[in-house]
C-alpha cells in the first residue's frame, strides 16, 4: 500500500483529529484507543470513516486480499476489537481506528524517506538564498580587476576569498535575514513547531550546506557574467582561470587560436 492513498490517508486522518505527524506515529505503536483528538469516542471514529469511507474501503480490500481473507468483512471479522462490528457505529469507528493505526506505521516506516526529503528541500532553498546573497559581491561599479580576483579566489579555493564569501546565514547579524523557523515553513517541514534539537540542528545544516553552495555558485556565475566568460568560451579549458582569460582575449583581438584543447594538445 506504498502510493498516493496512503498520504492522502494522513492527510485525512490529521485533518479529522488535528492531530501531529508524531502523534499519529504514536498511535500506530500504541494502539488507536488509547485515546486520540478525533477518534476517542464512538461517534469520532463513525464520522471520520463515512468522510472517507471510499479511501479506509479501498485500502482495507487491498489489506484483505494481501492477508488471504475473502473481502473487507472477513478482513475485519479479524480485528482484536471485532465485537464493535455489532452496531453500525461501533463498525465504522473499528474502521477509523485501523486507518488511524495503519497511517501511523506507514509514517513510522516512511519517515527516513521524509527526513531526506526535508533535508533536501531545506538544501535547495538554502541554494536559492546563497546564490541571492551573492548578487551584491559585485555590481555595475565593480571592476574587471575585482571579477577576475573574486572568480580566481573560487576557483583555486583562495581561503582570503572564500572567506569572505557570505556566510552564516542564521548568525542573526542582519534583522531581515533567514530563521530556522522561517526556512522550515518556507521548505514546508511537517510539525517544525515541534522538531527535537537534533533534527532541527539536521535541517539547520542542510540549508547552511546549500546556502554555501549557492554562494559560491552564484559568485562564480557573477564573476564569469562581469568578465564576459559564457560555456562558448569555457570549452575544454575547465575551472583553468588563466587559459580561459586568454581565450577571451584572443578572441577580443580577432585571433582564431582560442581553443584550449588546440593550444594543450
Not at 210 to 219: H, N, T
Request: net charge negative; charged share 30%; aromatic share 6%.
Amino acid at each position: 500500500m506504498q502510493d498516493d492513498r496512503m498520504d492522502r490517508l494522513v492527510a485525512a486522518v490529521q485533518d479529522h483529529g488535528s492531530l501531529t505527524l508524531s502523534e499519529i506515529e504514536q498511535a500506530g505503536e500504541h494502539g488507536a484507543d488509547s485515546g486520540w483528538s478525533g477518534f476517542t469516542y464512538t461517534s469520532d471514529g463513525a464520522e471520520f470513516t463515512r468522510a472517507n469511507m471510499e479511501l479506509v474501503w479501498s485500502l482495507l480490500s487491498d489489506e484483505a486480499d494481501e492477508f488471504g481473507n475473502v473481502g473487507v468483512l472477513a478482513h475485519v471479522a479479524t480485528f482484536n476489537r471485532a465485537d464493535m462490528a455489532e452496531t453500525r457505529d461501533g463498525f465504522d469507528c473499528l474502521l477509523a481506528w485501523w486507518a488511524l493505526e495503519t497511517a501511523g506505521r506507514y509514517l513510522a516506516d516512511s519517515r527516513e524517506e521524509r527526513h531526506e526529503a526535508e533535508s533536501d528541500r531545506m538544501r535547495d532553498l538554502g541554494e536559492q538564498y546563497g546564490r541571492s546573497a551573492s548578487t551584491w559581491l559585485l555590481d555595475g561599479n565593480s571592476t574587471d580587476e575585482a571579477a577576475e580576483r573574486l572568480l580566481r579566489g573560487i576557483l583555486e579555493g583562495d581561503p582570503e576569498i572564500m572567506d569572505a564569501l557570505p556566510s552564516a546565514p542564521f548568525s542573526g547579524e542582519w534583522a531581515d535575514g533567514p530563521t530556522i523557523p522561517g526556512m522550515l515553513a518556507e521548505a514546508d517541514v511537517d510539525d517544525a513547531d515541534e522538531l527535537e534539537p537534533e533534527r532541527s540542528d539536521e535541517l539547520a545544516t542542510a540549508f547552511e550546506d546549500g546556502y554555501g553552495s549557492g554562494v559560491q555558485l552564484g559568485a562564480e556565475e557573477e564573476a564569469r557574467s562581469a568578465l564576459g566568460i559564457t560555456t562558448e568560451h569555457l570549452g575544454d579549458c575547465g575551472s583553468r582561470l588563466g587559459e580561459v582569460l586568454h581565450s577571451i582575449r584572443l578572441r577580443a583581438d580577432g585571433s582564431d587560436e582560442h581553443d584550449c584543447a588546440e593550444r594543450s594538445s
